[in-house]
């Protein structure tokens, strides 16, 4: 079946880093992937998506590209800065799913930007 | 690791009645839930926020009266669609939190069809 594979967390990393974390999935259709970024106490907020193989989804300095041949959809940032402290999950809807546009998560992974 | 558990995964009903969803969470304590909204062809959308013991906080446009969320207990939440209409045959799905920052936990969503 559908499932999505994270990179465990908790990441630290120091202001201006390079931010990559990674994702993989698994589908038996025709996937479109997704980032959602849930800051402290708050809900989920969708960063960034790709809809079909070689897309590039970019939001905010961040950049993801729906790769087809390794299945995998890794997140990207060349500078974090503290305010990029957050929760990322990594998700995909897939819409040959039975019961259609069903959404699969990762497990999350947790960002901390120390200045 | 931290586990959601939602029933029903999916739910057919007629217009008018009411649907329950429940989300548990199997091995933690869950100070915090979302319920998530899927339009068809569109991503997640917060519809409200809920802490144990209080009121759930409702995103705007989202009618209160008409999606009822319940957070009696620390490992249950529940959100009634009341006198469902064709329109909110969508896919619900709720996360838990613990609190302290980490551990986003998502339940499998539920398919609800109203015909």
């Known amino acids: 079946g559908d499932s999505v594979t994270q990179m465990e967390g908790p990441v630290t990393l120091s202001e201006e880093a390079f931010l990559t974390i990674n994702c993989t999935y698994t589908a038996t259709g025709y996937p479109s992937l997704f980032w959602y970024v849930q800051y402290p106490g708050e809900g989920l907020q969708l960063l960034l998506k790709?809809?079909?193989?070689?897309d590039k989804g970019s939001n905010k300095g961040f950049e993801a590209t729906y790769r087809k041949e390794t299945t995998s959809f890794h997140l990207e940032k060349g500078s974090v800065q503290v305010s990029d402290s957050a929760v990322y999950f990594c998700a995909l809807s897939d819409r040959g799913a039975k019961f259609g546009n069903q959404f699969y998560f990762g497990t999350g992974t947790s960002l901390t930007v120390i200045p | 690791g931290a586990v959601v558990s939602q029933h029903p995964s999916w739910v057919i009903c007629k217009s008018g009645t009411s649907v329950k969803i429940e989300c548990r969470s199997l091995d933690f304590q869950a100070t915090t839930m979302f319920w998530y909204r899927q339009f068809p062809k569109q991503s997640l959308m917060l519809m409200a926020t809920?802490?144990?013991?209080?009121?759930?906080?409702?995103e705007q446009g989202v009618e209160k009266d008409k999606f009822l969320i319940n957070h009696a207990s620390l490992t249950l939440s529940t959100l009634t669609v009341t006198s469902a209409h064709p329109e909110d045959s969508s896919f619900y799905i709720c996360?838990?939190?613990?609190?302290?920052?980490?551990?986003?936990?998502f339940g499998s969503g539920t398919r609800l069809t109203v015909v």
């Open positions: 996360s838990a939190s613990t609190g302290q920052g980490f551990g986003y936990t």
């Open positions: 790709a809809t079909k193989a070689d």
């Open positions: 809920s802490n144990e013991g209080s009121k759930a906080t409702y």
